[in-house]
């Protein structure tokens, strides 16, 4: 090869290639190669975790509520029954199972080395039959149908029903068979019964509950005096004839109300549908129980998605109902908002204010570092533990202590005395400030100095100094320790438990009725829900939906809070860090 | 560093030929000495800083010009292990008496430091700083200082459209005369610089040389510089500091031309240093 290289340019690159050739010939490892894939390595892993996770989460909880099919499955034994197919698998039927097969069958599953296929219907019609689920096994199956006119009826009670309708009374007149009256009027009837029935709800929830407000308001303060004065006072005598003048007034509205809902009640028992499932078995039913009902197998597209966007709305804006598993989530999306937004207005001032003492003001010496590890220490203390004494200390002593000297008429049922909106923030803020105090010291401590000695030289005192400069140039930082504080606090669910979360709180913290904001009232919280439909309801299967939809919530809820966050933080970035030169 | 062995340890063998100010002195440095812990960063300086004149503190870096300068404000309280004995009298009244108030004294001195420390806030917060730290809240008269300060510091035309704007969006050079318009708005006495054009091309220089010009007169100023041509050009007096004790302390011209000690000459004429 070198013989062949005359000419200078070659000659060149020939000296290229041995030092190229040198290059390669120094030590892989020394070169660093095996880290950089290493590293690339797990962070590859990594990503995919986070990314399959995510992805998880979000095709369950996308796919959720979209409308499904409706099977009418015959089985070997003449069995028929309809029910949206949830999932298939393998799995390996047991000896009496087998024995119990045609040999064809039995043959096929040899083959497969035991194993069979089986799908899970969901069937509904609890009230009929006692179960909501049903596994059938592909060998036990002979005909498997999708005719039209089947419908998924979402009920108030007992789940889904799965069947058709067989008639309809309106007005407490004579039954009237459903293909006499059509589709439409069934549909407008249902509208009108369930306006009715939100009107019952409204006056019952709402203004009945108004009512018991005021009245409870009045008793209270009738036992208020009574215990400043004592029950033979005078001024106790002038407060129970006044008690008797509100209750009077306050009674003849109750009654008034009551008698309204009453009437409407009447009127709504009045309309009625029937159903019947598969079988030909009956279920009469009030029309305003029937919260949604569609024809499964004879949409189109654009219904199904009005019958999916209508089930988001009302997973959004809805309570819940049969013990969580049905209807929406809304007090909880609130709940967690505002006790994340609490959070946040807590364990700023308090990791800032921690902070600036043992990075500005504290001599730096041996107490200060055992401070600032214990505060390091602090993180890993598992949470349960702050839960436990957050109900103790916030509950127990400081509630207890509030109501023996705010609340005392209510006594002895509890205001301030047990788990609520408040305590439970607290309890987070505790949890987390340990990250806000680190990230706040690391902040502070990249405040350069020059600029304090700029703010000295200016004749500010330590406090200005701080306040102006220090504060201002710490402020990114400061809000990054916040976000990492509010993301960790909106996700922890077990303290929460003991200080103040509850399965069901139709009451929420933020209403119409002085004060406005009732932080002694518990709550219900995204991730306690997951927690409760996935593994504390009756029906699992049917809670697992609700696990990846309120999962994916709470991701995005989450997300949403720091993102605006990040929002705020970037803009006092720019404004605060500049480029220098 | 042969140099080094002609200077008697401990004595104060500073040979002076200052030119005295009309309006007389200022600062009187007595017999300062100063640790930062156990080593010694300053040896028995004493000089004076003449009011109205430019006086430069010129050496070798490391010999303490900063030090000294930064002692004048008390600067180097901030500095944890700090000792000092002596004294410095501005007016007659020495500023590390027990009673003495640092943040009055500070009041009276403005400082100009190596790297323009803008603060992070808008160019007209910056110039009034001084203001709001005295908690002046009264609209017109920041405004009127901050115009008159940025004039002073001869950034007015550059940054009258943009007071608003963050400071730390500036130039090098554009921030460095905030920062001199920042020590002038609170009307010091006495300015301090500490090596004010080091970060800065030369254009931004000649302006800055230019304005100290300007200001002479009406402040007194100290100014530390590592450019011989600098001391030369802008200041009356000249101190010439060696691993922290000073050598010689007289007129800038006789310095630079006629000095009196060895060491002065091999230093300004770039022997060492
Ligand atoms: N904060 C400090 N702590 C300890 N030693 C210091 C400190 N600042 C300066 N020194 C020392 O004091 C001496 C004088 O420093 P300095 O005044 O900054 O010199 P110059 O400004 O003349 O270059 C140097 O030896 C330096 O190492
Ligand atoms: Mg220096």
Known sequence: MTAELTNPTAADAASRTARSKRRTATDFAAEGEPFVWALGGALAIGILMIVGFLFLVMWNGVVTFFPKTIAVVTAGNGDVFAGEPVRSEQYRPTAEALAALQPTARAKIATADGFAGRTLYRVGNYDLYGEDFRWVADHDVRRVEYPAGLMLVERLEWGPFIGTIKAVTTGGGAARPAAEIGTAAIDAAHATARERWERIHRIERGDIGAVNHWLDKERLRLRKVELADGIDSAGYRTAERRFAEREAVLKQDYDRLAAEAAALRAEDAKDTITFADIGGKEKTIALSAVVRMYAANDLGLAAKLGVYFSRWWEFLADVPREANTEGGVFPAIFGTFVMTLLLVIAVTPFGVITALYLREYAKQGRLVSIVRISVNNLAGVPSIVYGVFGLGFFAYIVGGTIDQLFYAERLPSPTFGSGGLLWSSLTLALLTVPVVIVATEEALAAVPRSMREGSFACGASKWQTIRYVVLPRAMPGIMTGVILAMARGAGEVAPLMLVGVVKLAPELPIDGFFPYIHLERSFMHLGFHIYDVGFQSRNSEAGKPMVFVTTMLLIALIAVMNASAIIVRNRLKRRFMGSQF | ?273
């Open chain 2, 1 to 273: 560093m042969a140099v080094a062995e002609k200077i008697a340890p401990g004595a104060s063998s500073t040979v002076y030929h200052v030119k005295k100010g009309e309006q007389g002195t200022v600062l009187d440095i007595d017999d300062f000495n100063l640790w930062y812990g156990t080593s010694q960063a300053l040896f028995d300086v004493s000089m004076t800083i003449e009011r109205g004149l430019v006086t430069a503190l010129i050496g070798p870096s490391g010999c303490g010009k900063s030090t000294l300068l930064r002692s004048l404000n008390r600067m180097n309280d901030l500095i944890d292990g700090l000792s000092i004995k002596g004294s410095v009298l501005l007016e007659g009244a020495d500023i590390y008496d027990k009673r003495a108030d640092v943040i009055a004294l500070r009041k009276r001195m403005g400082m100009v430091f190596q790297k323009p420390n803008p603060f992070p806030m808008s160019i007209f917060e910056n110039v009034v700083y001084p203001l709001r730290v005295d908690g002046v809240r009264d609209r017109r008269r920041l405004e009127e200082t901050a115009e008159q300060a940025l004039r002073g510091a001869a950034f007015w035309d550059e940054a009258k459209d943009r007071l608003q704007e963050n400071a730390l969006g500036l130039s090098g050079g554009q921030q460095q005369r905030l920062c001199i318009a920042r020590a002038i708005a609170g009307d010091p006495e006495v300015l301090l610089m500490d090596e004010p054009c080091s970060a800065l091309d030369p254009i931004a220089t000649a302006k800055i040389e230019e304005l100290i010009d300007e200001l002479r007169g009406h402040y007194s100023i100290a100014i530390v510089t590592h450019n011989m041509q600098q001391a030369a050009r802008v200041s009356q007096n000249t101190a010439f500091m060696y691993l922290g004790r000073l050598i010689e302390y007289g007129e800038t011209r006789a310095m630079f031309t006629v000095p009196k000690v060895r060491q002065t000459h091999d230093y300004v004429t770039g022997r060492f240093g």
